[in-house]
């Protein structure tokens, strides 16, 4: 797959494992465990590029004697989900023309 579109995927897939409230990167990596393979380090590398473009908070807080980030998506990160879910469409067509080409072989 193209890293590009990867990267691009995998941004939406964490976006979209804390829309609906606050979460923090165990609760996350369990969240999209059964939909994809995600190391840690690699989740942090994304959280941390969410946050610069602006499409995450982060706040730190104390939980069983230890503090850990908690991560809230802003009005960016759900426009970012919204523009994929509009460009999820055109993507499932280029997929079906695919797909049809080879059906008809």
Not at 3 to 10: H, I
Not at 33 to 51: F, H, V, W
Not at 60 to 65: F, K, Q, S
Request: proline fraction near 1%; hydrophobic fraction near 35%; charged fraction near 35%.
């Amino acid at each position: 797959m193209d890293s590009q579109l990867k990267r691009g995927l995998l941004d939406v897939c964490v976006l979209a494992a804390i829309k609906n409230g606050d979460s923090y990167g165990y609760r996350i990596m369990n969240d999209l465990k059964p939909y994809l393979e995600l190391s840690e380090s690699t989740l942090y590398t994304i959280l941390k590029r969410l946050e610069t473009a602006g499409m995450l908070t982060v706040r730190t807080a104390e939980h069983g004697g230890r503090l850990r980030k908690y991560y809230h998506i802003t009005g960016e990160g759900l426009r970012r989900i919204r523009e994929f879910r509009e460009d999820w469409q055109e993507i499932l067509s280029i997929y079906r023309f695919v797909v049809k080409e080879d059906e008809d072989e």
